[in-house]
């Protein structure tokens, strides 16, 4: 009986996934453009060459990126975005760089991942609002991170930050085409974690006013 509901239910689920292409393509996008807040090209190269292999169904307007010439941009900014991030001080400057860069990154990714019958206004907003500010919130707290590792460390443990942070770029942007749901959960995770994180920090440095005593006559 258990087993039998069990069966019903995962297949209802399923078909559910499956039909609803517009979820399905939402968190797929999100689990993109969140990991272009760890590395902005390596999700865009993930995206173009699952584009160009049939995986990921871009719009029309956003065929160029599964183009030759894309891809190839995308591969060559994706090694020099890599090897930046090992060079001490260049990568505190990189991460000042990529911030406004994910943004728009995440954006195109949520954007371009959404299928095109969907209103443009929708479109755009939902790339700017889940995407963006994804992809945003994540490259605040990796740079918060690795300020936090250069203040402490003077710097050494940086590479390690870093290879961390390619590692989950890497994995997170396969796996966004392969499994996105569990990796949308994932990134939703992350990101609360992030954000409480980040309070946190910054409710630390606000100084605190004391009221002023009123001496009397």
């Known amino acids: 009986m258990d087993t039998t509901i069990m069966q019903?239910?995962?297949?209802?689920?399923l078909h559910f996934f499956s039909d609803n292409k517009v979820l399905l393509s939402l968190v797929m996008g999100?689990?993109?453009?969140?990991?272009?807040?760890?590395?902005?090209?390596?999700?865009?190269?993930?995206?173009?060459?699952?584009s160009k292999m049939g995986i990921l169904h871009l719009g029309e307007s956003f065929a160029w990126m599964s183009s030759t010439p894309a891809i190839i941009c995308f591969g060559?900014?994706?090694?020099?975005?890599?090897?930046?991030?090992?060079?001490?001080?260049?990568d505190n400057i990189l991460d000042t760089i990529m911030t406004p860069a994910s943004v728009i990154a995440g954006t195109l990714l949520t954007?371009?991942?959404?299928?095109?019958?969907?209103?443009?206004?929708?479109?755009w907003g939902l790339g700017i609002i889940v995407g963006g500010g994804s992809a945003g919130i994540i490259q605040a707290g990796t740079a918060?991170?690795?300020?936090?590792?250069?203040?402490t460390t003077a710097g050494t443990a940086n590479p390690i930050v870093a290879t961390v942070e390619h590692i989950l770029a890497i994995v997170?942007?396969?796996f966004?085409?392969?499994?996105?749901?569990?990796?949308?959960?994932?990134?939703?995770?992350?990101?609360v974690v992030f954000l409480f994180f980040?309070?946190?920090?910054?409710k630390k440095r606000i100084p605190k006013t004391k009221p002023a005593l009123v001496s009397g006559k």
């Open 76 to 90: 060559a900014a994706t090694i020099f975005e890599i090897a930046g991030y090992y060079i001490p001080f260049i």
């Open 144 to 151: 918060l991170t690795r300020a936090t590792s250069t203040a």
């Open 198 to 202: 980040m309070i946190r920090y910054f």
């Open 111 to 123: 954007a371009s991942a959404i299928i095109p019958d969907l209103d443009p206004m929708l479109k």
């Open 30 to 50: 999100l689990g993109l453009s969140a990991c272009c807040g760890f590395r902005v090209f390596v999700p865009l190269l993930a995206a173009s060459v699952a």
């Open 172 to 174: 997170g942007s396969i």
């Open 8 to 13: 019903f239910v995962s297949k209802d689920a």
């Open 176 to 191: 966004s085409l392969i499994v996105p749901f569990i990796i949308a959960a994932i990134v939703c995770l992350v990101i």
